[in-house]
């Protein structure tokens, strides 16, 4: 199993940036995909993007892409989300994810989250 905690949430206006990091710990050597997800209230959580552990291999949600990016640091065991062009429709708990699986829609390991928000 692997933990995982995130961080830099915070308020930020609209068109601000913010920074996320999610710092794996455990059992990490058999992650092959690290990714970001987000809930908003009354909203069913969604994909926002990821990255593949070895080869940095990104994808993103359309509703991010070009706004959002997302990296790494292996020496850190560390996943970062950076967010520019912040719109209030951003606002949301984000999440971070771990999968051990090669099929992008598998995580089995998840954070608790940070909160986001945007203010028009």
């Known amino acids: ?14 068109g601000g940036s913010l920074r996320l ?22 909203k069913e959580r969604e994909f926002v993007g ?5 080869r ?11 706004r959002f990016t997302i990296s790494k640091d292996n020496a850190k065991n560390t996943v ?4 520019n062009s912040l719109k209030p429709e951003d606002t949301a708990v984000y999440y971070c994810a771990a999968g051990t699986r090669s099929d992008p829609a598998y995580f089995d390991s998840w954070g608790q989250g940070t909160q986001v928000t945007v203010s028009s």
């Open 1 to 14: 199993q692997v933990q995982l905690v995130e961080s830099g949430g915070g308020l930020v206006r609209a």
């Open 56 to 66: 940095g291999i990104t994808i993103y949600a359309d509703s991010v892409k070009g």
């Open 50 to 54: 990821s990255i593949t552990w070895s």
């Open 21 to 42: 990091s999610c710092a794996a710990s455990g059992r990490t050597s058999g992650t092959y995909r690290m990714g970001w997800f987000r809930q908003a209230p009354g």
């Open 80 to 83: 970062y989300l950076q967010m």
